[in-house]
């Protein structure tokens, strides 16, 4: 299993990213999947989780109503749009894999098992 992640790059504070995972696996949309992000000299820390079909979601209270996690099981490519972006959400970000499939989103690192490579994102104040 492959998970391809991108979108990351410099933006202002206010400003708007998206962010792609793409998995390469074909039983992605069994899985529910989460973003992680970490910065320089901290913990990786949970952002948001989707379950397999998209019904059900999960977010970091620092990012509530300001990010929002999608998947497109079409495409095997699950998205995040993060708006109205901080200095403070500057870091890499990864998207991993849930475990077990059908399985509620989760924000503990260890019900992953597939990590992306991260992309990294600067908010400039």
């Known amino acids: 299993v492959q998970l391809q992640a991108s979108g990351g790059g410099l933006v202002q504070a206010g400003g708007s990213l998206r962010l792609s995972c793409a998995a390469s696996?074909?039983?992605?949309?069994?899985?529910?999947m989460g973003w992680f992000r970490q910065a320089p000299g901290k913990e990786r820390e949970f952002v948001a989780a989707?379950?397999?079909?998209?019904?059900?979601?999960d977010y970091a209270d620092s990012v509530q109503g300001r990010i929002t996690i999608s998947r497109d099981n079409t495409q095997n490519t699950v998205y995040l749009q993060m708006n109205s972006l901080k200095p403070e959400d500057t870091a890499v970000y990864y998207c991993?894999?849930?475990?077990?499939?059908?399985?509620?989103?989760?924000?503990?690192?260890?019900?992953?098992?597939?990590w992306g490579q991260g992309t990294k994102v600067t908010v400039s104040s």
């Open positions: 991993a894999s849930q475990r077990f499939a059908y399985t509620p989103p989760s924000y503990y690192t260890r019900e992953y098992d597939y």
């Open positions: 696996r074909r039983t992605f949309s069994n899985n529910a």
């Open positions: 989707i379950n397999w079909n998209g019904g059900s979601t």
